[in-house]
């Protein structure tokens, strides 16, 4: 059983930063991609960025060049540190993780094994 726990979320102000970070245990290997994803309040939830199997990294259009995506191949910690934040980057982040080939194309499209509870993050004009 993989479980995964986000932290890091906040309150800040138009152009500040967080960095979200979620740890994670229960993985067998490191076979398998990690993403954050975001809901905001009456929208769906969208993929933001994902880190592959191969340590690639993919990024939405919106925050590219502002976020960027790591993951720590001991521990299987994944961070995303938040930059030039915009009232528009308001959401629930989440975690997630998908195994095997094609994982990364899986995330892109919500699909996932796990999922972690989300942490909130507010961007004030």
């Known amino acids: 059983q993989v479980d995964l726990m986000e932290s890091g979320g906040g309150s800040v102000q138009t152009g500040g930063s967080l960095r979200l970070s979620c740890a994670a245990s229960?993985?067998?290997?490191?076979?398998?991609?990690m993403g954050w994803f975001r809901q905001a309040p009456g929208k769906e939830r969208e993929w933001v960025s994902t880190?592959?199997?191969?340590?690639?990294?993919f990024y939405t259009s919106s925050v590219r060049g502002r976020f960027t995506i790591s993951k720590d191949k001991a521990d299987n910690a994944l961070t995303l540190q938040m930059n030039s934040l915009k009232p528009e980057d308001t959401a629930m982040y989440y975690c997630?993780?998908?195994?095997?080939?094609?994982?990364?194309?899986?995330?892109?499209?919500?699909?996932?094994?796990?999922w972690g509870q989300g942490t909130q993050v507010t961007v004030s004009s």
């Open positions: 997630a993780s998908k195994r095997g080939l094609g994982c990364s194309d899986s995330l892109t499209q919500l699909i996932a094994d796990y």
């Open positions: 229960g993985f067998p290997d490191n076979w398998h991609c």
């Open positions: 880190v592959d199997i191969w340590g690639g990294t």
